[in-house]
């Protein structure tokens, strides 16, 4: 019999210990305790958080809503509900009902609020394993080649981009290179006809201070070289034996690597190594491993259902401490990056980068950026008539005191001098802060806690529990950012003694109107 990773070790005795403390059962209903406040399941249904005052039916097996998921529920009482498979909840009738086809629904109360539930699921379910991605990715902004360039990405535009980022006055950091810089879709060399020099261009960006990030996909484009050898090793995903799967995507359709199969694992994980070896890249931004492409009637190497399917993607990223995905099935406490999904430029989708940030968090996601600054649907950007630019400002601000914060579009290019010097001022505070953000992130990693929080979280029995539009960094900085139009907002002060960011000190708990000028982000440290 083969031996246990010890980390993996950890985890089958801390289930273990779960299943000998807690009832487990398939279907369970639990009434819900008198102000009640629920949060977990996706990350996207962030906004609808917390549940349990309005009715709500949610099946997460096989669909992670375009990003973050995971089969847990925590409560602002103590109480959670967790499963190794995917489970389909309700809220209806002052009670929350659970269903798991078989599998066990293991529940309880460790302690009495929304800390105390989610610490005792992160250390029984998904222990830190105390590692973080690369820092590179919280002690600077990132910048993202997809608006400018889409899907023309070419040495000649990525280093205009690189270069305008520096000259503009913002800091160099790591520079995501995106979809279309590959030959094919698991051809995975740089496209000779628009990377005359890729090599070159690295040790360019470089020089410039970005580390740099490739796009990368789990799919292959069929009959090329690489779809055929693979095709021998029986590397895809089949409709029948012999027979690959061609998998519909947003980019047509593909075959689709079946990384259950050692030999799919070894390959994709091998060419990753190779441009690394060979061009100096630092790191990858592994996309498109939503559950939904993972149809359970495929044939694949592992009998594993299409959640565990889209783990095995997540876990490529492992290797890489540069690494980001967008979707991501568990491997909670593990450093790995988590992106919210893309945005619209409009201010109802400003608006849920914040709790859906939150709802990241309490899934076991540390590491979690926000969408691309102003949104990342990049057809937003191509009218200049039709940007707001005091919510590119705004979307700045609300990234800046987050764990990450991550450009695509030019802010040069889209706003005039007043809201670009916003835009440059908002970057400039989180340069300030990065130091402490440093030291937040390696306290996550040892704890297991989110970096970004809820209010709720960190005051319990404050009456926060659906506040959706400021949070924590950390138990001591709270951050209020404008994500309405507008120059004034309410903030509500939690016990204890605050100062702003203009230097007022006010004694908690309050309620303050600020005027928030373009320029301010409103934020709190407690004293």
Request: charged fraction near 20%; charge should be neutral; glycine fraction near 8%.
């Given at each position: 019999?083969?031996?246990?990773?010890?980390?993996?070790?950890?985890?089958?005795?801390?289930?273990?210990?779960?299943?000998?403390?807690?009832?487990?059962?398939?279907?369970?209903?639990?009434?819900?305790?008198?102000?009640?406040?629920?949060?977990?399941?996706?990350?996207?249904?962030?906004?609808?958080?917390?549940?349990?005052?309005?009715?709500?039916?949610?099946?997460?097996?096989?669909?992670?809503?375009?990003?973050?998921?995971?089969?847990?529920?925590?409560?602002?009482?103590?109480?959670?509900?967790?499963?190794?498979?995917?489970?389909?909840?309700?809220?209806?009738?002052?009670?929350?009902?659970?269903?798991?086809?078989?599998?066990?629904?293991?529940?309880?109360?460790?302690?009495?609020?929304?800390?105390?539930?989610?610490?005792?699921?992160?250390?029984?379910?998904?222990?830190?394993?105390?590692?973080?991605?690369?820092?590179?990715?919280?002690?600077?902004?990132?910048?993202?080649?997809w608006i400018e360039l889409m899907y023309d990405q070419?040495?000649?535009?990525?280093?205009?981009?690189?270069?305008?980022?520096?000259?503009?006055?913002?800091?160099?950091?790591?520079?995501m290179i995106d979809d279309n810089w590959q030959e094919?879709?698991?051809?995975?060399?740089?496209?000779?006809?628009?990377?005359?020099?890729?090599?070159?261009?690295?040790?360019?960006?470089?020089?410039?201070?970005?580390?740099?990030?490739?796009?990368?996909?789990?799919?292959?484009?069929?009959?090329?070289?690489?779809?055929?050898?693979?095709?021998?090793?029986?590397?895809?995903?089949?409709?029948?034996?012999?027979?690959?799967?061609?998998?519909?995507?947003?980019?047509?359709?593909?075959?689709?690597?079946?990384?259950?199969?050692?030999?799919?694992?070894?390959?994709?994980?091998?060419?990753?190594?190779?441009?690394?070896?060979?061009?100096?890249?630092?790191?990858?931004?592994?996309?498109?491993?939503?559950?939904?492409?993972?149809?359970?009637?495929?044939?694949?190497?592992?009998?594993?259902?299409?959640?565990?399917?889209?783990?095995?993607?997540?876990?490529?990223?492992?290797?890489?401490?540069?690494?980001?995905?967008?979707?991501?099935?568990?491997?909670?406490?593990?450093?790995?990056?988590?992106?919210?999904?893309?945005?619209?430029?409009?201010?109802?989708?400003?608006?849920?980068?914040?709790?859906?940030?939150?709802?990241?968090?309490?899934?076991?996601?540390?590491?979690?950026?926000?969408?691309?600054?102003?949104?990342?649907?990049?057809?937003?950007?191509?009218?200049?008539?039709?940007?707001?630019?005091?919510?590119?400002?705004?979307?700045?601000?609300?990234?800046?005191?987050?764990?990450?914060?991550?450009?695509?579009?030019?802010?040069?290019?889209?706003?005039?001098?007043?809201?670009?010097?916003?835009?440059?001022?908002?970057?400039?505070?989180?340069?300030?802060?990065?130091?402490?953000?440093?030291?937040?992130?390696?306290?996550?990693?040892?704890?297991?806690?989110?970096?970004?929080?809820?209010?709720?979280?960190?005051?319990?029995?404050?009456?926060?529990?659906?506040?959706?539009?400021?949070?924590?960094?950390?138990?001591?900085?709270?951050?209020?950012?404008?994500?309405?139009?507008?120059?004034?907002?309410?903030?509500?002060?939690?016990?204890?003694?605050?100062?702003?960011?203009?230097?007022?000190?006010?004694?908690?708990?309050?309620?303050?109107?600020?005027?928030?000028?373009?320029?301010?982000?409103?934020?709190?440290?407690?004293?």
């Open positions: 019999m083969r031996a246990l990773h010890p980390f993996c070790l950890g985890l089958a005795l801390a289930a273990a210990a779960a299943c000998a403390q807690n009832t487990a059962q398939s279907e369970l209903k639990l009434d819900l305790l008198p102000g009640e406040a629920w949060w977990g399941g996706a990350t996207t249904l962030g906004s609808q958080m917390p549940f349990g005052a309005a009715p709500l039916a949610i099946n997460l097996h096989g669909d992670n809503r375009g990003n973050q998921y995971a089969p847990l529920l925590v409560s602002s009482k103590g109480r959670y509900v967790w499963s190794d498979k995917a489970f389909a909840f309700a809220f209806k009738d002052r009670a929350l009902r659970v269903t798991s086809a078989g599998n066990a629904l293991l529940y309880g109360q460790p302690g009495q609020n929304l800390r105390d539930a989610y610490r005792h699921a992160s250390k029984t379910f998904f222990p830190s394993d105390g590692k973080l991605p690369d820092l590179a990715l919280f002690a600077a902004p990132q910048y993202n080649t070419n040495q000649r535009d990525v280093l205009k981009y690189a270069h305008a980022i520096v000259d503009n006055g913002l800091p160099p950091g790591v520079l094919d879709y698991g051809k995975w060399n740089f496209h000779p006809g628009r990377f005359s020099d890729p090599k070159a261009m690295i040790q360019e960006l470089h020089a410039l201070g970005f580390k740099v990030m490739l796009w990368v996909c789990p799919f292959v484009s069929p009959d090329c070289d690489v779809y055929r050898a693979l095709s021998k090793k029986k590397a895809f995903f089949m409709e029948k034996p012999g027979d690959p799967a061609m998998v519909a995507w947003w980019n047509g359709k593909s075959a689709m690597l079946d990384l259950s199969n050692p030999a799919a694992k070894a390959w994709l994980t091998g060419e990753l190594a190779r441009l690394q070896k060979d061009y100096g890249v630092d790191g990858y931004k592994l996309d498109a491993g939503d559950t939904p492409f993972y149809k359970e009637s495929y044939l694949a190497h592992e009998p594993l259902d299409s959640d565990g399917h889209a783990g095995r993607f997540g876990e490529i990223g492992l290797a890489f401490p540069l690494n980001e995905y967008r979707a991501c099935w568990k491997l909670a406490g593990r450093p790995l990056v988590q992106r919210l999904r893309d945005k619209n430029h409009t201010w109802a989708d400003l608006g849920k980068l914040v709790p859906d940030l939150t709802a990241a968090g309490l899934l076991g996601y540390a590491f979690v950026c926000p969408d691309m600054i102003g949104g990342g649907e990049f057809q937003s950007f191509l009218d200049l008539k039709a940007i707001d630019q005091d919510l590119v400002v705004r979307s700045a601000q609300t990234h800046a005191l987050a764990p990450m914060m991550q450009f695509s579009v030019a802010p040069w290019r889209v706003l005039d001098a007043a809201h670009l010097a916003a835009v440059k001022q908002a970057v400039a505070l989180r340069m300030r802060f990065t130091p402490r953000i440093l030291k937040l992130a390696e306290a996550s990693a040892a704890s297991g806690e989110p970096m970004l929080r809820h209010m709720a979280y960190v005051f319990p029995g404050g009456g926060y529990e659906n506040v959706k539009d400021q949070f924590m960094l950390g138990d001591d900085l709270l951050v209020a950012p404008m994500v309405t139009p507008g120059t004034a907002r309410t903030v509500l002060i939690p016990q204890g003694r605050w100062k702003a960011d203009d230097g007022r000190v006010t004694e908690g708990p309050a309620e303050l109107t600020l005027d928030v000028p373009l320029p301010r982000l409103p934020y709190f440290e407690r004293q």
